[in-house]
């Protein structure tokens, strides 16, 4: 265990560096970027990926993966849209029935994982066919707009001067930190990813832990949904689609292993900043938004082959 | 011998499975919409549909050794583009027809050493290829068409027999890695590793070396199947078709490939593919909104993995 702590806190370590040596780097390229006001656009910007990488951080830290996080983000945001405006609900009904939706949908996850043995991969990679299918079915391609002004709070908004998702962001995010360390669901968690197996015949509530993990991560899909719309006040099909790289790249590059079993939600968010950041700055240096997709693939690409020899390091 | 014999059988009753239901298929649509059956309706369907299936047919290999590529879409649209801007440069058209195959062949060989040396999880290493492939050509082309193709460039119109050419690049492929697959050395290696990999490095065989040459095959299929898609109309898209790796990877575990690894055919993935390109054909005849089509596919898949699920319980 030790061996497994000292290895997070030097992978942490190298991440905050990094970090910091890319503050420097940016701040020194472009004179916009080290300011209050672009650090919180940035923050506001991350949101969405941040919200759902803490779920998957779970997810991951079992030995799953969760790909269908996007899709279940389309469909929420296409059945605000389709709640309110088509079916005539008021917006607040609207948005609840919506979260309702995405639990339903991550819900449905888990249960294919667990009752029928499903592994995750192959599970959510199926999901993510059916629930953007479903999305393009009931949007028929058709955008919803008009949203009232108030909804536009959440995600244009500021709370005490800064961005007002961030606030609900900081929330999940503490909640996650508290379970994945401090709770019994947490320790259970981690003995899923080091060995499922030996996890089941100690008593471990194993499936129970999975599918409410599925099913977190459906739910907090559809909360990024719902601050999505707000943010961009539409509603589109497509929306989320490749968003589960970015929330896969800033978890694996936080430092929690792809094959389980180690990761803080800590990490995560560092990683999480260190992507943001690095996509801004690109931005900011006159690379176009299609060319940081390229970036992100290749710091997925290197974080895991850092994280792999890290391990290989501290096994020996 | 018997557990082979019966696995053969089991992947055969697929197979015919497939036949029937495409038979099925178009009794039904056509009976409902007989311009369904008509001569040009059918030839569309096969012509606009050939590649998926020639695509497919390395993604069986890929996930029978135990692996999955969902960046094949991505690769299929960069290896489109370049043969279309070797073909406008005035390079030899045969140039345009082959570079794609070598190119294909060398990108995943690198993916394939990435998977296989340095220990990055086919999921992880492709998603990066993913978003690496597809965000460098909408960089590298924004977006723009590529037309003024070369007179003879089109292989894909081209006719033998009366039957177009990607009709018979499908049948002919098929025929080839099925031969491959079961009267070669490297075929039953390919099994060998996904169905128990410790077993298959016990008796012998390179898992590693195993696992690139598949995904060198796989990406000069990928290449053919990228000359069928460029050379079918006048005009070359320069984006990359949205969810093609999923229809890929749907044509393979429907067509009977398993999940799990090391069972399948590259027979009923082809079959499966037809019946993609029937389905989505019939939608339109039936007067049923294109829109769902992804739906439809999300749902079969689901209903497949599940069956394959159940079936593999029950057997043991």
Same mark, same amino acid.
Request: charged share 10%; glycine share 12%.
């Given at each position: 265990m030790t061996a497994v702590t000292r290895v997070l806190v030097r992978h942490?370590?190298?991440?905050?560096?990094?970090?910091?040596?890319?503050?420097?780097?940016?701040?020194?390229?472009?004179?916009?970027?080290?300011?209050?006001?672009?650090?919180?656009?940035?923050?506001?910007?991350?949101?969405?990926?941040?919200l759902i990488a803490i779920p998957m951080t779970f997810v991951i830290v079992t030995g799953g993966i969760d790909l269908s996080v996007g899709s279940i983000l389309g469909l929420c945001a296409i059945l605000v849209g389709v709640f309110w405006q088509n079916a005539g609900l008021p917006l607040p009904a609207a948005i609840v029935l919506s979260l309702l939706a995405g639990t339903l949908a991550g819900f449905a996850n888990g249960v294919i994982i667990t009752r029928f043995r499903v592994p995750p991969l192959i599970a959510t990679l199926a999901t993510l066919a059916l629930y953007r299918g479903l999305a393009e079915g009931i949007s028929q391609a058709r955008s919803v707009r008009g949203y009232p002004a108030w909804f536009a709070t959440l995600g244009q908004g500021e709370l005490l001067g800064i961005p007002s998702q961030l606030w609900l962001f900081a929330l999940v995010a503490i909640v996650?930190?508290?379970?994945?360390?401090?709770?019994?669901?947490?320790?259970?968690?981690?003995?899923?990813?080091?060995?499922?197996?030996?996890?089941?015949?100690?008593?471990?509530?194993?499936?129970?832990?999975?599918?409410?993990?599925?099913?977190?991560?459906?739910?907090?899909?559809?909360?990024?949904?719902?601050?999505?719309?707000?943010?961009?006040?539409?509603?589109?099909?497509?929306?989320?689609t490749g968003i589960e790289l970015e929330?896969?790249?800033?978890?694996?590059?936080?430092?929690?292993?792809?094959?389980?079993?180690?990761?803080?939600?800590?990490?995560?968010?560092?990683?999480?900043?260190?992507?943001q950041i690095l996509q801004n700055g690109l931005s900011l240096s006159g690379v176009r938004g299609d060319g940081t997709t390229v970036v992100i693939g290749a710091v997925l690409i290197v974080a895991v082959l850092i994280s792999n020899v890290l391990s290989r390091f501290s096994n020996d | 011998m018997r557990s082979r014999l019966s696995h053969t059988l089991g992947t055969l009753g697929q197979e015919i499975l497939l036949v029937v239901v495409i038979l099925a298929l178009f009794a039904v649509v056509g009976s409902v919409n007989a311009r369904f059956l008509s001569q040009h309706n059918l030839t569309s369907i096969f012509v606009g549909n050939a590649y998926i299936a020639v695509a497919a047919i390395g993604m069986s290999l890929v996930i029978i050794s135990g692996n999955i590529d969902v960046s094949i879409g991505a690769l299929i649209g960069v290896l489109a583009v370049i043969?279309?801007?070797?073909?406008?440069?005035?390079?030899?058209i045969w140039l345009a027809w082959l570079a794609p195959l070598v190119l294909g062949a060398l990108i995943n060989?690198?993916?394939?050493?990435?998977?296989?040396?340095?220990?990055?999880?086919?999921?992880?290493?492709?998603?990066? %290829?993913?978003?690496?492939?597809?965000?460098?050509?909408?960089?590298?082309?924004?977006?723009?068409?590529?037309?003024?193709?070369?007179?003879?460039?089109?292989?894909?119109?081209?006719?033998?027999?009366?039957?177009?050419?990607?009709?018979?690049? %499908?049948?002919?492929?098929?025929?080839?890695?099925?031969?491959?697959?079961?009267?070669?050395?490297?075929?039953?290696?390919?099994?060998?590793?996904?169905?128990?990999?410790?077993?298959?490095?016990?008796?012998?065989?390179?898992?590693?070396?195993?696992?690139?040459?598949?995904?060198?095959?796989?990406?000069?299929?990928?290449?053919?199947?990228?000359?069928?898609?460029?050379?079918?109309?006048?005009?070359?898209?320069?984006?990359?078709?949205?969810?093609?790796?999923?229809?890929?990877?749907?044509?393979?575990?429907?067509?009977?490939?398993?999940?799990?690894?090391?069972?399948?055919?590259?027979?009923?993935?082809?079959?499966?593919?037809?019946?993609?390109?029937?389905?989505?054909?019939?939608?339109?005849?039936?007067?049923?909104?294109?829109?769902?089509?992804?739906?439809?596919?999300?749902?079969?898949?689901?209903?497949?993995?599940?069956?394959?699920?159940?079936?593999?319980?029950?057997?043991?």
């Open positions: 942490e370590a190298i991440l905050a560096i990094l970090f910091v040596v890319a503050l420097f780097v940016l701040a020194a390229q472009s004179d916009r970027f080290l300011t209050t006001a672009n650090l919180l656009n940035q923050a506001r910007l991350m949101t969405e990926v941040g996650g930190i508290f379970i994945l360390r401090f709770t019994t669901f947490g320790r259970t968690t981690y003995a899923i990813g080091n060995n499922e197996a030996a996890a089941e015949f100690s008593g471990l509530a194993v499936e129970r832990t999975k599918l409410l993990i599925y099913t977190a991560s459906g739910f907090v899909s559809a909360l990024a949904a719902i601050v999505f719309v707000s943010r961009v006040s539409t509603t589109r099909s497509d929306m989320g929330v896969i790249t800033a978890v694996v590059l936080g430092g929690t292993s792809i094959f389980g079993g180690r990761g803080m939600v800590v990490g995560t968010l560092i990683g999480l900043c260190l992507m | 043969s279309g801007l070797l073909a406008t440069n005035g390079y030899p060989t690198l993916v394939g050493c990435l998977i296989a040396y340095a220990k990055v999880p086919s999921i992880i290493a492709t998603l990066a %290829m993913l978003s690496i492939l597809s965000g460098g050509l909408i960089t590298f082309t924004g977006g723009r068409w590529i037309s003024g193709l070369p007179a003879g460039y089109q292989l894909a119109q081209f006719r033998l027999l009366d039957v177009p050419s990607p009709v018979w690049f %499908m049948i002919g492929m098929t025929i080839l890695a099925a031969l491959l697959m079961r009267y070669t050395a490297f075929g039953r290696s390919v099994y060998a590793v996904g169905s128990n990999a410790e077993a298959a490095r016990a008796s012998g065989i390179s898992h590693a070396a195993t696992v690139v040459k598949v995904f060198a095959i796989h990406g000069a299929i990928g290449g053919v199947a990228a000359v069928l898609f460029a050379t079918q109309l006048q005009v070359i898209q320069s984006t990359v078709p949205v969810g093609l790796e999923l229809v890929i990877i749907t044509a393979s575990v429907v067509g009977g490939v398993s999940i799990l690894g090391g069972v399948g055919t590259v027979f009923g993935s082809t079959l499966a593919a037809i019946l993609f390109a029937a389905i989505g054909s019939s939608l339109i005849f039936l007067n049923v909104s294109a829109y769902w089509l992804r739906a439809v596919q999300g749902v079969l898949i689901l209903a497949t993995v599940l069956a394959d699920m159940a079936r593999r319980r029950r057997t043991g």
